[in-house]
C-alpha cells in the first residue's frame, strides 16, 4: 500500500460514529464473587459468550435484554447456556462457519486447555401475560471430549479462528501456537446417553442430533517467548502474532506448505537495518474492518497502529495508562475511524480519533477496570466485561 492511500484512509477525523451508550448490563453474570474475563460476539452480533473465573462458559442471546419489562437483562441470563469449564476462562471467540448447522466457540482456560463447544438452540412461540413473544426454549449443546482436547503446558494467551475457515489458531504462555482443523461428526444421542455434568441445559426432545466434534493438528510452532497475542489477517491465509521479548510483530503464513514466518519490526522502518529492542510488549492485536490495518495494544501506554505485514507505523495513540501489571485490550469501531481501548487508571473507555491522533472521548458506565473489550465486524455494537462482574452491550445511538 502506498503513502498516499494510507494518507486518504485517516486524513479527515471521524464523523461521530462509533458505540457510546450503554443499552443492556447484565450484573453478576458469573456470580457475585467471580468476574467476567472474557467476551466474544458470533457473526449475527445476537449471541453473546463470555468466560469467567468461576470456570464456566455462558452463552445467551443478550437481545432479550431490550425487550419490554422490568427484568428483562435477569430473564437473559436465566434463558442462558452455561458450560463448565476445567479452569478460569481467559480467552473466547466464536467460528464464522457451521458444522451442519451448529455454531462453534472455542475456550482458552488457565490450566492451558481449549475447549471446543458446538452449540444449536430452539426458539418457540410462547404466550406470557397476554403478549406474544419470542423466547428462548432451550440450548442443545455438545463439548469435545477430554480425549481429543487442545492442551498446552501453560496457560492459553489467545486464540482465534481464521475468517470463512474452519481453522482454530490458539497459543499459550510456554510459546506454542497450534493450529487445528475442527470437523464435524454428527451423531444421534438420547437423554439416556446423558450429557456432560458440567452442561446446565433447559428441556431438549428426547432424541437431538449432536453437533460432535473432531479435532485435527495441521501445525504446531515452538517459539522461545510466551505468545501474547494473535489475529489472522490477508483474508486468514496469514497469522499475525506477536512473541514475548521481541521487537517485532511475525506474521505466519498459514497456507504455504512451508509455514515461512516473516517479521516486521515494531520500531518502524528503522534506518540502517533492524532495531531488535523495544521497552514493551504488545499485549493485544486487533486488526482493523478493511483489514488493512492492525492496532497492536502495549504495556508500556501505547497503541500502535500499523500496516499490515509492513513495519510502517501509522499512528501512535497515547493518552492513557496501561503497564506491565494491566490487561491492555482494544477494538475499531465499524467505520475504522476510531479505537476503543481500556486503561488501567480508571473505570472508562478510552475513544481515540485516528486520524489526529487524539482521544476524545472516555465512556463512563463500569464500576471497575474493563478486562476486555470486543466489537462487532459488522455494525457498532462493543461488548465489555469489568472486574465490577458485570458484562455491558454498548450501541452507536440512534
Same mark, same amino acid.
Given at each position: 500500500?502506498?503513502?498516499d492511500?494510507?494518507d486518504?484512509h485517516f486524513?479527515?477525523?471521524g464523523?461521530?460514529t462509533?458505540?457510546?451508550e450503554?443499552v443492556?448490563t447484565?450484573p453478576?453474570?458469573?456470580?457475585?464473587s467471580t468476574?467476567?474475563?472474557?467476551?466474544?460476539?458470533?457473526?449475527t452480533?445476537?449471541i453473546?459468550a463470555?468466560?469467567?473465573?468461576d470456570g464456566y462458559?455462558?452463552i445467551m442471546?443478550?437481545g432479550?435484554a431490550l425487550?419490554?419489562g422490568?427484568?428483562?437483562?435477569q430473564?437473559?441470563?436465566?434463558e442462558?447456556?452455561?458450560v463448565?469449564?476445567?479452569?478460569?476462562?481467559i480467552c473466547?471467540?466464536?467460528?464464522?462457519?457451521k458444522?451442519?448447522?451448529?455454531?462453534?466457540?472455542?475456550?482458552?482456560?488457565?490450566?492451558g486447555?481449549?475447549?471446543l463447544?458446538?452449540?444449536n438452540?430452539?426458539?418457540?412461540?410462547e404466550e406470557?401475560?397476554?403478549?406474544? $413473544?419470542m423466547?428462548?426454549?432451550?440450548?442443545i =449443546? %455438545? *463439548?469435545? @471430549?477430554?480425549?481429543?482436547k #487442545?492442551?498446552f503446558?501453560?496457560y492459553?494467551?489467545c486464540?482465534?479462528?481464521?475468517p470463512d475457515?474452519?481453522?482454530?489458531?490458539?497459543?499459550?504462555?510456554?510459546?506454542?501456537i497450534?493450529l487445528?482443523k475442527?470437523t464435524?461428526?454428527?451423531t444421534?444421542r438420547t437423554?439416556?446417553?446423558g450429557y456432560?455434568d458440567s452442561?446446565?441445559?433447559?428441556?431438549v426432545?428426547?432424541?437431538?442430533?449432536t453437533?460432535?466434534i473432531?479435532?485435527?493438528q495441521?501445525?504446531s510452532i515452538?517459539?522461545?517467548g510466551?505468545?501474547?497475542?494473535?489475529?489472522?489477517?490477508?483474508g486468514?491465509?496469514?497469522?499475525?502474532f506477536?512473541? $514475548?521479548?521481541?521487537?517485532?510483530?511475525?506474521? =505466519? %503464513? *498459514?497456507? @504455504?506448505?512451508d509455514?515461512k #514466518?516473516t517479521?516486521?519490526?515494531?520500531n518502524?522502518d528503522?534506518?540502517g537495518?533492524?532495531?531488535?529492542h523495544v521497552?514493551?510488549a504488545?499485549?493485544?492485536?486487533a486488526l482493523s474492518p478493511?483489514g488493512?490495518?492492525?492496532c497492536?495494544?502495549t504495556d508500556?501506554?501505547r497503541n500502535?497502529?500499523?500496516q499490515?505485514?509492513t513495519?510502517?507505523?501509522?499512528?501512535?495513540l497515547?493518552?492513557?495508562?496501561?503497564?506491565?501489571?494491566?490487561?491492555p485490550r482494544?477494538a475499531w469501531?465499524s467505520?475504522g475511524?476510531?479505537i476503543l481501548?481500556n486503561?488501567q487508571?480508571?473505570?472508562?473507555?478510552c475513544?481515540?480519533?485516528i486520524?489526529s491522533s487524539k482521544?476524545?472521548r472516555k =465512556?463512563?458506565?463500569? @464500576?471497575?477496570q474493563i478486562r476486555?473489550?470486543?466489537?462487532s465486524k459488522?455494525v457498532d455494537?462493543?461488548?465489555t466485561?469489568s472486574?465490577?462482574?458485570?458484562?455491558?452491550?454498548?450501541?452507536?445511538?440512534m
Amino acid at each position: 500500500m502506498k503513502d498516499d492511500e494510507i494518507d486518504h484512509h485517516f486524513i479527515s477525523s471521524g464523523d461521530g460514529t462509533f458505540a457510546s451508550e450503554s443499552v443492556a448490563t447484565f450484573p453478576g453474570i458469573h456470580g457475585f464473587s467471580t468476574n467476567p474475563l472474557c467476551c466474544a460476539l458470533d457473526e449475527t452480533d445476537t449471541i453473546l459468550a463470555t468466560g469467567g473465573a468461576d470456570g464456566y462458559v455462558c452463552i445467551m442471546r443478550w437481545g432479550t435484554a431490550l425487550m419490554p419489562g422490568e427484568n428483562s437483562s435477569q430473564r437473559a441470563m436465566e434463558e442462558a447456556a452455561r458450560v463448565k469449564c476445567t479452569a478460569p476462562v481467559i480467552c473466547i471467540g466464536f467460528a464464522s462457519f457451521k458444522m451442519r448447522g451448529w455454531d462453534v466457540l472455542a475456550a482458552g482456560c488457565m490450566d492451558g486447555s481449549v475447549h471446543l463447544i458446538a452449540y444449536n438452540h430452539k426458539v418457540v412461540e410462547e404466550e406470557s401475560l397476554g403478549q406474544r $413473544r419470542m423466547m428462548m426454549r432451550g440450548w442443545i =449443546l %455438545d *463439548v469435545v @471430549g477430554a480425549e481429543q482436547k #487442545i492442551k498446552f503446558a501453560k496457560y492459553v494467551k489467545c486464540l482465534a479462528f481464521a475468517p470463512d475457515s474452519n481453522v482454530l489458531a490458539s497459543a499459550s504462555a510456554d510459546g506454542t501456537i497450534l493450529l487445528t482443523k475442527i470437523t464435524a461428526t454428527t451423531t444421534t444421542r438420547t437423554m439416556d446417553d446423558g450429557y456432560e455434568d458440567s452442561v446446565m441445559m433447559e428441556e431438549v426432545d428426547d432424541s437431538v442430533t449432536t453437533g460432535a466434534i473432531s479435532l485435527e493438528q495441521i501445525k504446531s510452532i515452538h517459539l522461545k517467548g510466551g505468545v501474547e497475542a494473535l489475529c489472522f489477517v490477508n483474508g486468514g491465509n496469514t497469522l499475525c502474532f506477536y512473541e $514475548r521479548d521481541t521487537s517485532y510483530l511475525a506474521y =505466519l %503464513d *498459514v497456507k @504455504g506448505e512451508d509455514f515461512k #514466518i516473516t517479521k516486521h519490526s515494531l520500531n518502524g522502518d528503522v534506518t540502517g537495518g533492524f532495531d531488535n529492542h523495544v521497552s514493551f510488549a504488545v499485549m493485544h492485536l486487533a486488526l482493523s474492518p478493511n483489514g488493512k490495518y492492525i492496532c497492536a495494544a502495549t504495556d508500556s501506554s501505547r497503541n500502535i497502529i500499523m500496516q499490515v505485514q509492513t513495519s510502517n507505523i501509522v499512528r501512535n495513540l497515547y493518552g492513557h495508562k496501561n503497564d506491565v501489571y494491566s490487561q491492555p485490550r482494544i477494538a475499531w469501531s465499524s467505520n475504522g475511524q476510531y479505537i476503543l481501548g481500556n486503561t488501567q487508571e480508571d473505570n472508562s473507555i478510552c475513544v481515540w480519533d485516528i486520524a489526529s491522533s487524539k482521544m476524545v472521548r472516555k =465512556l463512563e458506565g463500569h @464500576g471497575g477496570q474493563i478486562r476486555d473489550i470486543f466489537s462487532s465486524k459488522v455494525v457498532d455494537t462493543v461488548v465489555t466485561v469489568s472486574y465490577d462482574k458485570s458484562v455491558k452491550v454498548w450501541l452507536c445511538p440512534m
